[in-house]
């Protein structure tokens, strides 16, 4: 693999959740709504930033890539049971979105914990028209769409305090 | 040590959750509001057994002695800067008091994060009486009793569908 | 779903790891060789009972039903690019396979951490001949073996100190 | 707090381990010994810079800070009972150690995982000095260590196939 292969993959990952019906702006709004009442001069382009930002990851890249195939595999009747039905029913037993989900999080640290499971919980804007769709399997997409809105607040929650480091 | 050491240490617990002004009925009212929409039998009594059982695990009573003992010391001025002030702040860029929730939340599965995220967002009940408490430092009492009552809640849905196991 | 549904899951389980080579047995070895030196009574028959309890637990079910589907189907080719490649080379900093074996070893805490990342690294007995098979995906297969001898390693471990809670 | 305070809490910390007994040379050693079987070309001077790096992040920062404050409290003979025993017995059970290590070894992702549990099991170069010293409290320590170590290995491993992106 040379090194041209993170951008790449950047925008599969980006392609693949517009192809699940999912705008970087629609997590942006998330953002935008979460931080808001922290920092009163916070933009809509800024939460924009963050949400690619935090998807310039790999780790963030790979949550996304194996979730969502998981999603795309299952809608097409290729898993098998009893793997199958759990995601098709999105079984609140089931905790492997949470952990994938985790993953994405945590790469600004676990202070983005939090607004996770307040989004997950709650599943404002794009969050629950995921979960209103009929026919389609996406366990992973909601957890995903709130793990990434979380993982850019605490990007902008870091930066608010931080001097730059360069890494 | 000998085998009765874990009861012990569970009372020990319970004892310094009063201490701190938390008693187990006021995380066992949190897990009912949190569960009652999914289980219209769901009792008082119950989710007051569920929290006793969470607490019933070492790892449980571990995170809740490591963190009120942190709460405590920087109560009596006894850590050191910058720790000292980040702790009596609550900086929500701090992220270890989180971490440590994490250890309780986990003790029934990834399923508890959203429950825990969702408390730690919106501070319902007891959690909001213990972050307006002035002169206290509750940086990590207040993530800790989110943290048990998510975990009381994932034991209760796991118990909803399985058979006993004994373990 | 009815209360029959855990052991039945468990039964899929065990099925899915000996078609992809690995029985109970084999991990009960790795088990054994951990903790023989901490507990010299310490029989083979107890470690096989050990994982035999880890593999009744719904989170370590689903993350083995989980990442045994990707590892399949990325074999029989139904896995889009980039992931096929990333999944077909095992590559290294995919991160994914880790994740997911932390949703098993955290089921009996995080003590089970550093004997996940010990054989991990050194493969040894069962996991090293999973890694040196040809023409085979077990990206996540390897990483789940370890996991799973980690928790059973756990179990043990809590069980030497502790009395019976029976939960 | 303006925005000066993160490279002081930076310099905190490294003097923190100073005082604890270890220089950042003793950990650049074994990410050195960890990757140079991986990279023929590593040098020791990049290893360093690896360890300052990990070291810039403010999670890493913080839970170093509450890991040694507990080992020093603890020493002083300011941490009640039970805790105080747990952490001069450096009890196996507890967990916490290893908890507040993954926030360290996380923040490159979940690829260090591996060669946290393995250095924390073998106990190489420092790590097997600081468990050989009577009369100090070095629980939190040595998985400490143990962390930065393995994620300063992991940002070796990302910055391998990485093109820069600036955060």
Redesign the interface.
């Known amino acids: ?1 040379d ?7 950047r925008t ?1 990952t980006i392609d693949l959740l517009a192809q699940r019906g999912v705008c970087l702006e629609d997590i942006a709004h998330l953002v935008l709504e979460l931080q808001k009442g922290y920092y009163s001069d916070l933009t809509f382009a800024e939460c924009l930033e963050s949400v690619m ?1 935090v998807l ?4 963030v890249q ?2 996304i ?2 979730g969502l ?2 999603d795309i ?1 299952t809608e097409r009747g ?3 049971e ?2 199958a039905s ?1 995601l098709r029913n999105d079984d ?5 979105d ?3 989900s ?2 994405i999080v ?2 600004y ?3 983005g ?10 599943k404002p804007g794009i969050i629950g028209s995921i979960n209103g769709k009929n026919n389609r399997v996406n366990t992973f997409l909601d957890d995903i769409v709130a793990a990434i809105a979380a993982a850019a607040s605490a990007r902008i ?2 930066r608010a ?3 730059p ?3």
């Open positions: 693999m090194k041209s292969q993170t951008p790449d993959n599969i930002r310039d990851k790999r780790e790979n949550a890539l194996t195939t998981l595999l290729l898993v098998d009893p793997l759990i609140n037993l089931y905790g492997i949470e952990i994938l985790l993953s945590n790469v640290g676990s202070i914990l939090t607004n996770f499971g307040y989004l997950d919980k709650l929650a870091h305090r931080a001097v480091t360069g890494d």
